[in-house]
């Protein structure tokens, strides 16, 4: 069971996200807060596995609120908001969220998202990647090993581009005619291989190598 903590200040809104999740037989909404403070409270009290953040509340900030939770060991943290803004987005990725993703992403993606982070990994929105790649492959020294992409299979290679593009498990599972649990095993063995943390990485990683570029036509 995967323990869910909703944080927003709209009651509108963390009602929507409940009834999206209430039908999974594996999650459950262990607790709701409307302010980061409040947030910061129920994780350290609840304890929960992920922790579905808005950004812009009254009072603490889901920024704030996401670094003190991640700091305490508290939960995990998937940002969700209305604003698509590079600030948003850094400085989420610098509090330590796990995950960013816009408010208009659809449910089943915010589901697979919140089984993604259960799991270890990270996962962006694909409105966004293109600027992770901007922000951190932008230039300047190579971070990972371009030569370990030659321990990949072809399929974990092209598992790999499609991730860069910003296809979640589902989609990369439609567009190569497999099952997902069959992506969720070529995923890890990809971030095993290459010796990544997460998805932000190998994007990164798949910028650097050469498989993904700027003009490339990229999800989002």
């Known amino acids: 069971m995967m323990r869910v903590l909703l ?3 709209q009651d509108l809104v963390r009602a929507g996200f409940r009834m999206i999740l209430s039908v999974e037989p594996e999650i459950e909404v262990v607790g709701e807060a409307a302010d980061g403070e409040k947030a910061v409270e129920l994780a350290l009290q609840l304890r929960p596995d992920v922790v579905l953040m808005d950004v812009q509340m009254p009072g603490m900030d889901g920024i704030t609120a996401t670094q003190k939770i991640v700091a305490a060991d508290a939960g995990k943290v998937i940002i969700l908001t209305t604003f698509d803004r590079d600030d948003y987005l850094f400085e989420s990725l610098g509090a330590g969220a796990s995950g960013f993703l816009l408010k208009n992403t659809a449910p089943e993606d915010l589901v697979e998202a919140i089984q993604i982070v259960h799991e270890g990994h990270a996962l962006l929105a694909p409105e966004v990647t293109r600027r992770v790649i901007k922000r951190f492959s932008g230039g ?3 971070v ?7 321990d990949l299979t072809d399929r974990e290679r092209e598992v790999l581009g499609l991730i860069a593009r910003g296809l979640t498990n589902t989609e990369i599972a439609n567009q190569l005619y497999v099952g997902e649990a069959t992506v969720k095993t070529h995923v890890s063995r990809v971030l095993l291989k290459l010796g990544l943390r997460d998805r932000v990485q190998a994007v990164v990683f798949a910028y650097e190598c050469g498989l993904v570029s700027p003009g490339d036509d990229l999800a989002g």
């Open 7 to 9: 944080v927003d200040d």
């Open 140 to 142: 300047g020294e190579r």
């Open 144 to 150: 990972y090993r371009p030569d370990l992409i030659a």
